[in-house]
């Protein structure tokens, strides 16, 4: 029951971040800009981190059938090829004309999926350990706020007036607790895979920090800014190595 509250607890958390996208209405362009890149910066060190010094780790302590190294490759592939066909539906509709809310509605689609699998991944992560349930929560959380001020972003941009776009935006990311109650509804059959779902999870988290996140914040040319943004990104890693001695 403790395991269940605390993935709870920690998913509708992350959902309510979702109502980060607001800070657009506040907050100036430029200071905006600049908070989000150092998230960003601070995402991709956790899922990175979170992927090689706990996920894998944990998956590597069961004695594993070759075969099983196929799942981070699974999981980096499935989200190549979703994000690839996302911007070609996204080009298309660009090329065509098409309504831009068909575009806001995608990116909803897309969340809701995301998200999805996010509350997945933190059912197993807590099964595993609260430990590290809890450094997964917050490699989740770390890399949603800036997905979902983008996300806001994509909305207001697709037509949707900001009330619409905050609460549409808040629905796609409660998936994140549709995945936690699957999660525990299919557990007994979940808990023997855990080391095939966290090594998933481990191509799925490579691929996100890796491919998206830092190219994002390595377009940088100012040499300040390049070398904050790699401390950023350095101490994110060394905080995630150090929670390894708490397991």
Known sequence: ??????????????????????????AKDRFLRNLTIFLVALA????????FLHFLPEALEAELPERAFLFPLIGFVLFYVGEKLLHLHH??????GHDPRE????????????NFIDGIILVVAFLVDVKLGFITAAAIALH????EIAEFGVLLYAGFSKLRALLLNFLSASSILLGVIAG?????ALIPR???VLLFAVGVFLYIGASDFVPEFRKERDPAKTVALFLVFLGGLLALWLFTFLE
Do not use: K, N, W
């Open 184 to 188: 525990f509804v299919v557990q007994d």
């Open 194 to 196: 855990i080391p095939f």
């Open 144 to 147: 949603e706020i800036p997905e």
């Open 44 to 51: 991709a060190a956790t899922l990175l981190g979170t992927a």
């Open 103 to 114: 575009l806001g509605i995608l990116s909803l689609a897309g969340d809701f999926v995301h």
């Open 1 to 26: 029951m403790t395991v269940f509250f605390y993935t709870i607890a920690s998913a509708a958390f992350i959902s309510v971040l979702s109502f980060s996208g607001a800070l657009l209405l506040l």
């Open 91 to 96: 080009a298309t509709q660009r090329d065509t």
